[in-house]
C-alpha cells in the first residue's frame, strides 16, 4: 500500500508560477512511476505529466508542453510539478498517483491516489 499527499496549490494570477509536491509513504521500495492528473469541474479527469522510477524519462500532455516540468527526489519519496506561465485554464484539482507499470502514460495504469490539492489561476 502507498499513500500520496499532494500539497502546494493555491490561487495565482495568470502568467505566475506553483510548484506542486506529492509526498509518497508506506511501501514505497517498489520501482513506482508517478503522474499527475488533474480534473476541471464539469470535465473529466486528465494526464499532465509523468515520470519513470530513475527520472530519466517523462511524457507530458500537450497542453501543458514548454511550461510545466515534473520531476522526482527517490531519497525523500517526494515528486514535484513545476508549472510556469500558468492560464486560467490550468485551474483544476491536481492528484498524484503512483504505478509499477511500465505504460506510465495511461491513466488506467495507476493503482495509488492521492487526495488532490487545488489550483486556480485568476485572469
Known amino acids: 500500500q502507498v499513500r500520496l499527499e499532494e500539497s502546494g496549490g493555491g490561487l495565482v494570477q495568470a502568467g505566475g508560477s506553483l510548484r506542486l509536491s506529492c509526498a509518497a509513504s508506506g511501501r514505497t521500495s517498489s520501482p513506482y512511476a508517478m503522474g499527475w492528473f488533474r480534473q476541471a469541474p464539469g470535465k473529466e479527469r486528465e494526464f499532465v505529466a509523468s515520470i519513470e522510477w530513475s527520472g530519466s524519462g517523462t511524457y507530458y500532455a500537450t497542453s501543458v508542453k514548454g511550461r510545466f516540468t515534473i520531476s522526482r527526489d527517490n531519497a525523500k519519496n517526494t515528486v514535484y510539478l513545476q508549472m510556469n506561465s500558468l492560464k486560467p485554464e490550468d485551474t483544476a484539482v491536481y492528484s498524484c498517483?503512483?504505478?509499477?507499470?511500465?505504460?506510465?502514460?495511461?491513466?488506467?495504469?495507476?493503482?495509488?491516489w492521492g487526495q488532490g490539492t487545488q489550483v486556480t489561476v485568476s485572469s
Open positions: 498517483a503512483a504505478t509499477t507499470s511500465a505504460q506510465y502514460w495511461r491513466e488506467n495504469e495507476y493503482m495509488y
